[in-house]
T-cell receptor, first 112, second 113 residues
Framework: DVKVTQSSRYLVKRTGEKVFLECVQD?????MFWYRQDPGLGLRLIYF???????EKGDIPEGYSVSREKKERFSLILESASTNQTSMYLC???????????FGSGTRLTVV | AQSVTQPDIHITVSEGASLELRCNYS??????LFWYVQSPGQGLQLLLK??????LVQGIKGFEAEFKRSQSSFNLRKPSVHWSDAAEYFC???????????FGAGTRLTVKP
């Protein structure tokens, strides 16, 4: 069974901390994505990557960066966490638009 | 502007009743269309997808959806809802040769006993 694994289900961090959210997929997918999910706003794209070391900004990249050093791993970095980054973060991967995305279980991040 | 609209934020149906969740999109061309389901505390799971051919598509868990080009709609249906269908449902659209998928705001489904 194909899988996207997010390393943490719940995280609590302090304002100003550097936060790493990790995502690993075992499907050899080229494309990987980071979304944040907030009530009433649906999913908003933060960054995506279509190849190793490649990245593209999504709709809300401010305050975030990403890293993709290996095909299977896509990391989301909050350089200096702020309370307005408290959210559910979802990682997804895909081998192409027509196939849809496979999502991880999400990381619920609370910044205090 | 390109958009995906799910007009219903929350729907409540009785177990055994039929269900229809609405989705409208605004894009220049016919996009790829998807429905996802999210159980509480979980990621999203693909229910079904459409990108060409028969406009009525079947998915997992007994769901189906119908693409209507004239109405720019892709509504999700199920003839008889089960208590385990209580979840949040997201409509999504993607464009050919574009790695970006757009999601609606979601519809939360409550199932009454």
């Amino acid at each position: 069974d194909v899988k996207v694994t997010q390393s943490s289900r719940y995280l609590v961090k302090r304002t100003g901390e550097k936060v790493f959210l990790e995502c690993v997929q075992d499907m050899d997918h080229e494309n990987m994505f980071w979304y944040r999910q907030d009530p009433g706003l649906g999913l908003r794209l933060i960054y995506f990557s279509y190849d190793v070391k490649m990245k593209e900004k999504g709709d809300i990249p401010e305050g975030y960066s990403v890293s993709r050093e290996k095909k299977e791993r896509f990391s989301l970095i909050l350089e200096s966490a702020s309370t307005n980054q408290t959210s559910m973060y979802l990682c997804a991967s895909s081998s192409g638009q027509s196939y849809g995305y496979t999502f991880g279980s999400g990381t619920r991040l609370t910044v205090v | 502007a390109q958009s995906v609209t799910q007009p219903d934020i929350h729907i409540t149906v009785s177990e055994g009743a039929s269900l229809e969740l609405r989705c409208n999109y605004s894009y220049g061309a016919t996009p790829y269309l998807f429905w996802y389901v999210q159980s509480p505390g979980q990621g999203l799971q693909l229910l079904l997808k459409y990108f060409s051919g028969d406009t009525l598509v079947q998915g997992i868990k007994g769901f189906e959806a119908e693409f209507k080009r004239s109405q720019s709609s892709f509504n999700l249906r199920k003839p008889s809802v089960h208590w385990s269908d209580a979840a949040e449902y997201f409509c999504a659209v993607g464009l050919y040769n574009n790695n970006d998928m757009r999601f609606g705001a979601g519809t939360r489904l409550t199932v009454k006993p």
